[in-house]
């Protein structure tokens, strides 16, 4: 790990914590009630050390393969402190088994097939001592109605319940929330809106107080402004990505890398 580089990641996340505290405070809100999971996929677990050192104790991947290697190395090269894990990319049934010895909250399940394998390996890891807790799951909703990229169609009112009373019901799992990545091309502020009624409608069936996952590196002040809970932030502080990669979901954009002399104004 050179010295270069982890005054990259700490510029990095000084100027994200700035720009998340200044999209709080312009919609009026305790930034204490947004938490900042940075998105390490495609970085090494030399780079999560470092962010750890600088206060991160979350982090999120999108690919289970990855990320339970990746869990391993950074457990060794932080002594096996406490660290959570979240899993925010498509999740197939048969890495249920592995998704649920790892993570802590998984961010994307928008299947009732998905809901029962999670819920059968977690209870399993529970038993068998991999868990101590239940699986956090947040609904993944599409904005869009494209079901093929990932969520649930944000007017299936009728689906969207019954899988959220599903997930409330596994004894594995927690239901937290709701999740969903605003389509290409659209408006965020008007995707976050529409996220943020549909977590209001859902939330009068659960007691507990639902979370919303939303927001990214390009548009994580309209996300804030619309309620978000977790803003899941990979670019605006690792740097680019490699642009072949199926596992990037917006372009990565000139705008999306929130430059520290953008975001000081
Ligand atoms: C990669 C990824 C992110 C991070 O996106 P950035 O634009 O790099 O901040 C957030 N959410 C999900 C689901 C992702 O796969």
């Not at 998340?20 to 204490?32: H, I, N, Y």
């Not at 750890?52 to 190395?73: I, M, N, P, Y």
């Not at 993570?103 to 097939?113: I, Q, T």
């Not at 699986?135 to 959220?164: F, H, K, N, T, W």
Request: glycine fraction near 8%; charge should be negative; charged fraction near 25%.
């Amino acid at each position: 790990m050179t010295a270069a580089r982890d005054a990259q990641l700490r510029d990095a996340l000084d100027s994200v914590r700035a720009r998340l505290a200044r999209a709080a405070d312009a919609a009026g809100r305790d930034v204490d009630d947004i938490e900042l999971l940075p998105v390490t996929k495609f970085f090494p677990a030399d780079d999560v050390a470092a962010l750890h050192r600088l206060g991160c104790t979350a982090f999120a991947e999108s690919r289970d393969q990855e990320a339970a290697a990746k869990v391993e190395d950074v457990s060794r090269l932080i002594g096996g402190a406490p660290v959570r894990w979240h899993m925010v990319g498509r999740i197939q049934r048969n890495k249920a088994r592995s998704v649920a010895g790892w993570a802590y909250a998984a961010h994307s399940v928008d299947s009732a097939k998905v809901v029962a394998a999670l819920d059968r390996a977690a209870a399993e890891a529970l038993e068998d001592g991999r868990r101590t807790e239940p699986l956090r799951v947040y609904l993944q909703l599409s904005l869009d109605g494209d079901e093929q990229r990932g969520g649930v169609d944000v007017d299936a009112a009728d689906r969207i319940d019954q899988l959220c009373a599903a997930v409330d019901a596994a004894p594995g799992l927690a239901f937290v929330g709701l999740m969903a990545i605003p389509p290409l091309g659209a408006d965020p502020g008007e995707s976050f809106a529409r996220l943020q009624r549909e977590r209001d409608r859902v939330q009068q069936d659960f007691q507990q107080r639902l979370g919303l996952s939303a927001g990214m590196s390009g548009d994580l002040e309209a996300a804030v402004e619309h309620g978000s809970t977790c803003v899941r932030v990979g670019t605006a502080l690792m740097g680019s990505r490699p642009l072949t990669s199926p596992e990037v979901v917006t372009p990565v954009t000139p705008s999306s890398q929130a430059p520290p002399e953008g975001s000081s104004q």
